[in-house]
C-alpha cells in the first residue's frame, strides 16, 4: 500500500487505477521481494565476459538485484541494498 500511496496520493480514483498493477503478480504468486528477485532472475541474462575458469554461475536473485542496482535506472545510486530510492523514483515518473 506504501507505494500505491506514494504514486496515487490520495485520490481513490488513481490508486484504484494503480492497484490493477499488482494484479500480475498476484497471478504469478509473487508477494515478497525474494519471490519477485527470483521471477526477475529468471527472466534476465546479463552478459559477461568469460574467464580462463569459465563463467562464474549466478543464482537468479544474484542476476536481478545486479540488474535492478546496476542496469535499471543506473543514474540513481544504491547502498546497501537499498532500492527505496529507485522506487521512489519510479513512483514519482509514474505519477507525472
Given amino acids: 500500500m506504501e507505494m ?7 485520490d481513490q480514483t488513481l490508486q484504484d487505477d494503480f492497484a490493477i498493477n ?3 503478480t498476484i497471478k504469478l504468486g509473487i508477494h515478497t521481494q525474494q519471490q519477485a528477485l527470483d521471477y ?3 527472466r ?4 559477461r565476459k568469460s574467464t580462463p575458469y569459465g563463467q ?6 544474484q542476476e ?4 535492478v542496482s546496476s542496469i535499471l535506472l543506473a543514474h540513481v545510486p544504491i547502498e546497501n541494498l537499498n532500492f527505496r530510492p529507485k522506487a521512489l523514483y ?3 515518473m509514474a505519477r507525472r
Fill in 56 to 61: 562464474a554461475r549466478r543464482n537468479y536473485v
Fill in 22 to 24: 499488482f494484479e500480475e
Fill in 44 to 47: 534476465i541474462k546479463i552478459a
Fill in 40 to 42: 526477475l532472475g529468471g
Fill in 64 to 67: 536481478a538485484l545486479e540488474a
Fill in 4 to 10: 500505491i500511496s506514494v504514486v496515487a496520493g490520495p
Fill in 90 to 92: 519510479v513512483a514519482h
